[in-house]
């Protein structure tokens, strides 16, 4: 964050710096010229900065606000959208080194076609954007026609028009490449452009390596959510992968039911954590053959808080934390620990409660074996608009029917 910070301060300052020395050249300009071309140039300068500054803010947000919910390929594009803007260009691609494979594929375009997009690949060293890459270095091409280094990679009519490729680069490391076309109305890319165009791609590499290790995190708590789902499986005998099983189902239901996004990790955690409070239950309790007590169940009943208090400490846990504490309610106001009813409680809790009922009854038990399928979905037919979402119930029932199979968008 310090560094994120530092940044957005030294560009600030270039920017006022550059202000500064243009604002200086055009009072140096003869009075013959200056009386309209300089307030023209003065008005074209203050835009260009307004559209830059618009630029950094719209990347940096997403590095800063929503790396754990914008897509790879949605912020390529918002790249690629910002320099043709600021540019005036009228097409343009964004290339990502692929490391498995040693290439250049175009991961975000515009004005080029579908069939070009994803017949292409470059190798570092080949073409105007492989050397680019392979150097580090920005190669200007005024007649790619006449280039023997300009690789074929976007038609015959983008050929014609000069275009710019400047090599995206993390801590002097290359991981891609920006090629932008000029305008026809434009006789060359001035030397604003090129330093326009070498912020956006600072920026753009300091965004990409915020989402990377946002991106890293998710897999670490991913990591600790799975390792704790073990944990319960092991203390409630009964369960054997019941949290592993639960996890899948709840996210392939979770994008049955259109749910946004970003909250599909956060149901598929909740399905594996939603038991957690269980490991501050007695073991003897958990594990009872026969049927437990008014004050066994009560305990028992306690698992849902504990789970909240164990979970809500943690700030990107906290969606899940809601749903581990309300899994236990019912649609009709009877359930615990609160008696939400209906739409009050979170639809992910509204999943968990039922792929986990459904999970209990399809196990064998300490006190009976498991119930068969049509039993099982008998009992969640009935349930259904008394402990169970009537929506969530027929969504579950569809796919379980069908197979799970993988959703398409």
Not at 23 to 43: F, H, I, M, Q, T
Request: hydrophobic share 40%; net charge negative.
């Amino acid at each position: 964050m310090i560094y994120l910070l530092s940044l957005a301060v030294v560009i600030l300052l270039f920017i006022i710096g550059a202000l500064l020395r243009r604002l200086y050249d055009l009072r140096l300009e003869k009075p013959s010229a200056e009386a309209g071309g300089a307030e023209v140039s003065l008005k074209t300068t203050w835009a260009k900065f307004d559209e830059l500054l618009t630029s950094l803010l719209t990347i940096h947000e997403i590095g800063i606000v929503n790396a754990g919910t914008i897509k790879k390929e949605e912020f390529y594009q918002t790249v690629l959208e910002s320099a043709c803007e600021l540019i005036n260009s009228p097409r343009g691609s964004l290339m990502i080194h692929d490391a498995q494979h040693d290439e250049l594929t175009i991961a975000a375009a515009r004005n080029i076609s579908r069939d070009v997009i994803e017949s292409t690949r470059i190798k570092p060293g080949l073409g105007i954007a492989g050397r680019a890459f392979q150097t580090g270095e920005t190669i200007f091409v005024t007649d790619p026609a006449q280039s023997n280094q300009y690789k074929d990679f976007i038609g015959k009519e983008e050929q014609k028009d000069p275009f710019i490729a400047i090599p995206l680069k993390l801590k002097d490391k290359p991981f891609g490449v920006l090629n932008l076309h000029l305008s026809r109305e434009k006789e060359s890319f001035t030397d604003y452009d090129l330093k326009f165009l070498t912020l956006l791609a600072g920026e753009t590499a300091i965004t990409l390596e915020n989402i990377k290790l946002y991106e890293s995190l998710e897999n670490f708590y991913l990591e600790m959510v799975q390792t704790l789902a073990r944990v319960i499986d092991a203390k409630d005998s009964y369960t054997g992968d019941h949290a592993g099983r639960a996890r899948q189902k709840a996210r392939r239901l979770a994008e049955e039911l259109r749910m946004p996004e970003k909250m599909l990790r956060y149901v598929e955690y909740a399905a594996l954590l939603h038991d957690i409070g269980k490991i501050g239950i007695d073991g003897a309790i958990l594990s009872k053959p026969g049927k437990l007590t008014t004050e066994e169940y009560e305990e028992i009943k306690k698992h849902p808080a504990i789970g909240y208090q164990i979970l809500s400490p943690i700030h990107f846990l906290g969606p899940v934390a809601q749903m581990v504490l309300y899994h236990q309610e019912w649609f009709n106001g009877l359930g615990y620990p609160e008696g939400l009813k209906g739409e009050e409680i979170p639809l992910g809790a509204r999943i968990v409660a039922t792929i986990d009922a459904w999970d209990a009854m399809r196990s064998d038990r300490p006190y009976r074996k498991a119930l068969s399928t049509e039993i099982a979905e008998d009992q969640l037919i009935k349930g259904s608009g008394r402990q169970f979402d009537p929506e969530v119930v027929k969504a579950f029932l569809k796919l379980e029917k069908s197979g799970w199979p993988e959703f398409e968008k």
